[in-house]
């Protein structure tokens, strides 16, 4: 006998109470139910899969992804922190740094700077990896170890695997500086030339084939014109080469894509028996703006609480708190409605680096496939 579909609806609540949380398991894989067949279909599962954008700009997006078990949605979040190639310097060749920033420190703010340039330059651009250090004997040992051959010939950087970036700043004083500094004037920006260092001063340096692939709009910049480099004062300069090349978020934080990516699981609030008058007001008061609304009760005239957007509740259980209101609301979580943020850092649209993440989820299970089937002969 097939399910109702309350029942149905049922199983798919994670339910919230005030000390715990139960129903957390998924139950739709075969055998689960007596009687009920829930073997993985194709055609079920692409009718079931749903996608709805709630907001969809080129640096922050926000959607709804239905219908796919807890370990899917994972695999896109940890794809998206970790998994996604993009630019960013990693090597850095200081000439001259005359400035109170120590070169360390200079260099690891440069590191953390995000690029952006053209897509298709990005995908042409191959991987450039670094060989272990010829002096750290554990390092030779390790890679040996992993399989890994190390070409030098390979590791040399070239147009298709590097991105140079000049950064020539030096500071000097205004041609009425020193007039506008006996005068009692203090402004930098009206005392001096160059006084503050920006990302907008990088120079791309395009190598070979790179004019072609990182042509005008697409060059390699910083994502932010404005981020602040360093403060300089008359006679301190950077002169400075960055060697960009393309990584993963996996390697280091600075070449993930975004700067955050998570989901939640869309509320459910059931309201089991009406609240009406003063109690309703407050019923409302125990959720953020725009989660309950008041309407007007047909049978009492009293205002009636009445769900109106639960994708605004934060599932605080407030309402859980009162007496008046423990067996009158049901409080869970839709186990298979994700809704997922996601701030791009500027190398691709929002609503691209899902798809992107999407691309890479198939790509595992292709050579997953094909590495099972090798294993099989």
Not at 29 to 57: A, C, I, M, T
Not at 276 to 295: M, N, S, T, Y
Not at 345 to 370: M, P
Request: charge should be neutral; hydrophobic fraction near 40%.
């Amino acid at each position: 006998m097939a399910p109702s579909q309350e029942e149905l609806e049922r199983r798919r609540i994670v339910g919230v109470h005030a000390e715990h949380v139960d129903n957390v398991s998924s139950t739709d894989f075969p055998h689960h139910y007596l009687g009920e067949d829930h073997s993985w279909d194709v055609d079920h599962f692409r009718n079931k899969l749903q996608v709805k954008f709630h907001k969809n700009k080129p640096f922050e997006s926000v959607f709804s992804l239905v219908g796919i078990d807890a370990a899917v949605a994972n695999a896109f979040r940890r794809i998206l922190l970790a998994e996604l190639p993009t630019l960013a310097i990693e090597d850095v060749f200081v000439f001259n740094n005359t400035s109170i920033i120590q070169d360390e420190v200079l260099c690891h703010r440069l590191g953390l700077i995000p690029l952006t340039g053209s897509l298709e330059g990005l995908r042409w651009m191959r991987w450039y990896k670094k060989p272990p250090p010829a002096d750290d004997p554990a390092a030779q040992a390790a890679a040996r170890a992993s399989g890994e051959e190390f070409d030098s010939a390979a590791s040399v950087p070239s147009d298709n695997n590097t991105v140079v970036m000049d950064l020539n700043v030096k500071c000097e004083w205004a041609p009425d500086g020193q007039k506008l500094a006996k005068q009692g004037e203090r402004d930098p920006e009206k005392l001096y030339v160059n006084s503050s260092v920006y990302a907008r001063q990088f120079q791309f340096v395009p190598q070979g084939n790179q004019e072609k692939y990182f042509a005008e709009p697409g060059q390699i910049r910083p994502v932010n014109p404005d981020v602040l480099i360093a403060k300089l004062r008359p006679g301190q300069e950077i002169s400075l080469r960055c060697h960009c090349v393309k990584g993963i978020g996996a390697d280091h934080a600075k070449f993930s894509p975004v700067a955050t990516a998570s989901y939640r699981l869309l509320p459910s609030i059931t309201i089991k028996e009406p609240i009406l008058g003063q109690d309703a007001k407050k019923f409302a008061r125990c959720f953020p703006k725009g989660v309950i609304e008041l309407v007007d009760d047909e049978a009492t005239g009293e205002k009636k609480a009445v769900v109106k957007d639960t994708m605004k509740d934060t599932v605080s259980r407030e309402c859980l708190r009162h007496d008046e209101f423990k067996d009158k609301v049901a409080l869970g979580r839709y186990r298979d409605h994700f809704i997922f943020s996601v701030e791009s850092t500027g190398q691709f649209e929002s609503d691209a680096l899902f798809l992107e993440s999407v691309k890479a989820l198939k790509a595992k299970c292709q050579r997953f496939k094909r590495n099972l089937a090798d294993l099989m002969r």
